[in-house]
């Protein structure tokens, strides 16, 4: 048996062994805890957008004005009650915005994805209160919320 008094003057030194041979295992947990600390890091959720919740209070208690940058197709399909629709390829020469700057503006699209670029390409403009809806209309959806058709034409 070896002798260990040596050891318990330095405990750290009696991890040693174990953080040497297991030095994979701390990697692992490093990286994962990471991944899960990376979206509050970023700020909010991880493409910075507003629940449905967050959004029915922005529409209510601040007067937020949603842009809905579907095609138009998908737009008559569904959309979120008073959205103003606005492409995303012709969101640059769109006189559908608000002059306001100050205005929350909520942009949707059907899965979030279009939306997010939408608002980075809003804020670029002056729109800084231009938040993406997380999850798209496919989330405003699951949350059971109204969601309104365009007649055809």
Do not use: C
């Given at each position: 048996m070896a002798d260990n008094r040596g050891l318990l003057r330095f405990p750290i030194l009696a991890v040693?062994?174990?953080?040497?041979?297991?030095?994979?295992?701390?990697?692992?947990?490093?990286?994962?805890?990471?991944?899960?600390?990376?979206?509050?890091?970023?700020?909010?959720?991880?493409?910075?957008?507003?629940?449905?919740?967050?959004?029915?209070?922005?529409?209510?208690?601040?007067?937020?004005?949603?842009?809905?940058?579907?095609?138009?197709?998908?737009?008559?399909?569904?959309?979120?009650?008073?959205?103003r629709n606005v492409p995303l390829g012709q969101l640059d020469a769109s006189r559908d915005l608000p002059t306001n700057k100050q205005l929350p503006v909520i942009v949707v699209c059907a899965?979030?994805?279009?939306?997010?670029?939408?608002?980075?390409?809003?804020?670029?403009?002056?729109?800084?209160r231009a938040v993406p809806l997380a999850g798209g209309l496919a989330a405003w959806r699951a949350a059971d919320l109204p969601i309104a058709r365009k007649p055809a034409a």
């Open positions: 040693l062994p174990f953080l040497l041979a297991n030095w994979y295992l701390f990697v692992i947990a490093a990286v994962s805890g990471g991944l899960l600390a990376w979206p509050a890091l970023k700020g909010g959720q991880g493409n910075g957008g507003v629940t449905p919740a967050q959004a029915v209070q922005m529409i209510n208690r601040e007067k937020a004005v949603i842009v809905d940058v579907s095609e138009p197709g998908e737009y008559a399909a569904g959309h979120l009650n008073g959205a899965s979030g994805n279009r939306a997010g670029r939408a608002a980075k390409a809003l804020q670029a403009k002056g729109h800084a």
